[in-house]
């Protein structure tokens, strides 16, 4: 089957840049693209001003044309896109100046995304109808938003979870601390206790990233580090 009429237009991709906590709590990003907008001053038929398309002679109007041929099976009937009108089924005696006839034009165009929490690095989001337009008032394509997230200072991520490094003094590990953690949901209470071994981990539950699909968060995950001093005074 042949399509006819005004076909859509491509689809576009993009990438964006956002910020750690943006991509973990969500947010709405602006991006820009290059695109094919319908043309304002023919309104996208692709005519002058004052005129109209006609419909295409050679095709009657079809934008296919039939060729028939004999083989051994019998008469064979094949359909192909008018040569004339390219498959749309009018011609444009006077063109468009702006668009030249195709009833769009390049233009830069801004949209408004709404990112949802925990996306990552490689995530792509689909907006349906934000892509290039097609010729001659034919539908929009999609536009494909591929995501990258800029690191943080102080978390790493694996999956829905956080990594960070804490560093500890020696007396601190051997004996025992209390601290104001800051995550990004705002200050925790971290007890180390004492005796504390170079390695060990504290989870702090519920403070990681929200799933993208589904409920709940992963986990801040707070590995000690205990700095051993190289050099020892005679006080120590």
Do not use: W
């Not at 009429?5 to 750690?20: A, K, Y």
């Not at 693209?33 to 079809?62: K, N």
């Not at 590990?173 to 949901?185: C, P």
């Not at 050099?231 to 120590?236: D, G, N, T």
């Amino acid at each position: 089957r042949v399509r006819t009429g005004p076909q859509p237009g491509p689809d576009l991709e993009t990438t964006i840049e956002v910020d750690f906590v943006d991509a973990v709590f969500g947010s709405a990003q602006e991006v820009t693209v290059r695109t094919a907008a319908a043309c304002e001053t023919c309104e996208a038929t692709g005519a002058a001003p004052g005129t109209h398309a006609e419909r295409c002679a050679h095709c009657q109007g079809s934008g296919q044309v039939r060729q028939v041929r004999q083989s051994i099976l019998g008469q064979m009937v094949t359909a192909a896109p008018c040569p004339a009108c390219r498959g749309a089924g009018e011609i444009i005696a006077s063109p468009c100046p702006t668009c030249r006839g195709e009833g769009r034009e390049v233009t830069d165009k801004t949209y408004t995304v709404d990112l949802p929490a925990g996306v990552d690095t490689g995530s792509t989001l689909r907006l349906s109808g934000f892509g290039a337009a097609g010729l001659r008032g034919g539908g929009k394509g999609d536009l494909y938003v591929h995501v990258r997230v800029r690191p943080h200072p102080r978390f790493t991520r694996e999956g829905q979870d956080l990594h960070h490094e804490l560093h500890l003094p020696v007396t601190q590990a051997a004996l025992g601390a209390l601290f104001r953690f800051e995550t990004l949901d705002g200050d925790e209470e971290l007890v180390v206790p004492r005796g504390t071994q170079n390695g060990r981990v504290f989870r702090l539950r519920g403070k990681g990233v929200p799933h993208v699909r589904g409920r709940g968060r992963g986990d801040l995950l707070v590995h000690t580090v205990v700095d051993t001093p190289t050099e020892l005074s005679a006080e120590v």
